[in-house]
T-cell receptor, first 112, second 113 residues
Framework: EAQVTQNPRYLITVTGKKLTVTCSQNMNHEYMSWYRQDPGLGLRQIYYSMNVEVTDKGDVPEGYKVSRKEKRNFPLILESPSPNQTSLYFC???????????FGPGTRLTVT | DQQVKQNSPSLSVQEGRISILNCDYTNSMFDYFLWYKKYPAEGPTFLISISSIKDKNEDGRFTVFLNKSAKHLSLHIVPSQPGDSAVYFCAASPLYNNNDMRFGAGTRLTVKP
């Protein structure tokens, strides 16, 4: 089954404790991205990757890091999480940057 | 700066009737428009799209209309079914480019049996 998986689905953590949210797709997609969804704001892009070892900032990259060492995986790293990073996070992938995106099920992160 | 706006946070419709979800945008460079549907505890799934060279695109019960002069698009669902109850996101981008895509805040549609 073609899918994008994210782990964990739910995470509660404390300010400053480094965390990683994993994202994996099994569709051999080149393009992957991370979004956060906040009430009243829709989805905003954090980072994207056009292919292996090619990443770039989206609209709201501050406080986040990503890496793309393999085509299928695109982890999101919060080196020092803060409460304003409490949000619902979605990973997405597409065949190319011009194609419709497939989204993962989301990770709800709470930073206290 | 919200470049894509869905001004109705929620909409309730009777089963079998038409659902009309609206979306407005401000950036005249947007050329490609999409609707995504999201169920609780799931990620958004692509529903239908339209490019600026068209003013209408149909896919079964779903039709998207684009009015470029008014910077407005709408999604029509006919007939509405209870399984259509979800949050619908409108998205727009210049050309076909996921990097510059902007999403609206979503409209929660409830279809009552």
């Amino acid at each position: 089954e073609a899918q994008v998986t994210q782990n964990p689905r739910y995470l509660i953590t404390v300010t400053g404790k480094k965390l990683t949210v994993t994202c994996s797709q099994n569709m051999n997609h080149e393009y992957m991205s991370w979004y956060r969804q906040d009430p009243g704001l829709g989805l905003r892009q954090i980072y994207y990757s056009m292919n292996v070892e090619v990443t770039d900032k989206g609209d709201v990259p501050e406080g986040y890091k990503v890496s793309r060492k393999e085509k299928r995986n695109f982890p999101l790293i919060l080196e020092s999480p803060s409460p304003n990073q409490t949000s619902l996070y979605f990973c997405a992938s597409s065949y190319r940057q011009t194609y419709e995106q497939y989204f993962g099920p989301g990770t709800r992160l709470t930073v206290t | 700066d919200q470049q894509v706006k869905q001004n109705s946070p929620s909409l309730s419709v009777q089963e079998g009737r038409i659902s009309i979800l609206n979306c407005d945008y401000t950036n005249s460079m947007f050329d490609y428009f999409l609707w995504y549907k999201k169920y609780p505890a799931e990620g958004p799934t692509f529903l239908i799209s339209i490019s600026s060279i068209k003013d209408k695109n149909e896919d079964g019960r779903f039709t998207v209309f684009l009015n470029k002069s008014a910077k407005h698009l709408s999604l029509h669902i006919v007939p509405s079914q209870p399984g259509d109850s979800a949050v619908y996101f409108c998205a727009a981008s210049p050309l076909y480019n996921n990097n510059d895509m902007r999403f609206g805040a979503g409209t929660r549609l409830t279809v009552k049996p």
